[in-house]
């Protein structure tokens, strides 16, 4: 499973993966893409230290009860350090869900290969190509 941090279900917010109002859920494989559902981000907003520990484990735990294993977004926090042990995380510049989504199912060896590196994994970066 995939979570694409969203606020309008239609384009990336442009601020990091955490502070997203919802991510939306979906199956995506080399050939297809599916949306599965939305889900509200409950984790509180209110951090007591830029980068709050607390708030990692709190959206972590919240995108795990989902079984997501990809996390996308434009931009992502210095919490990606702790976030990358439990998911893939992929950096996408595109405005639009719908496009980078279509070229992650095109990417999804490598998205697979990065999975199965475990707690050493490596965040992607899928640039939008000119």
Aim: proline content about 2%; glycine content about 4%; charged content about 30%.
């Amino acid at each position: 499973m995939v979570a694409v941090a969203t606020d309008t279900g239609r384009q990336f917010i442009d601020r990091h993966f955490g502070d997203a109002k919802y991510f939306d859920i979906y199956t995506i494989t080399k050939n297809s893409v599916l949306f599965i559902k939305r889900i509200e981000n409950t984790v509180d907003e209110q951090e007591d230290v830029h980068a709050d520990p607390e708030k990692a484990k709190g959206v972590a735990g919240l995108l795990k009860q989902e079984d997501v294993h990809v996390v996308v977004s434009k931009i992502f926090g210095p919490n990606i350090k702790r976030i990358k042990k439990k998911f893939v995380c992929v950096v996408m510049n595109d405005k639009s869900i719908k496009s980078a989504l279509e070229r992650l199912s095109q990417n999804w060896d490598m998205i697979i290969k990065e999975w199965e590196k475990g707690a050493d994994r490596n965040h992607c970066i899928l640039r939008k190509s000119l």
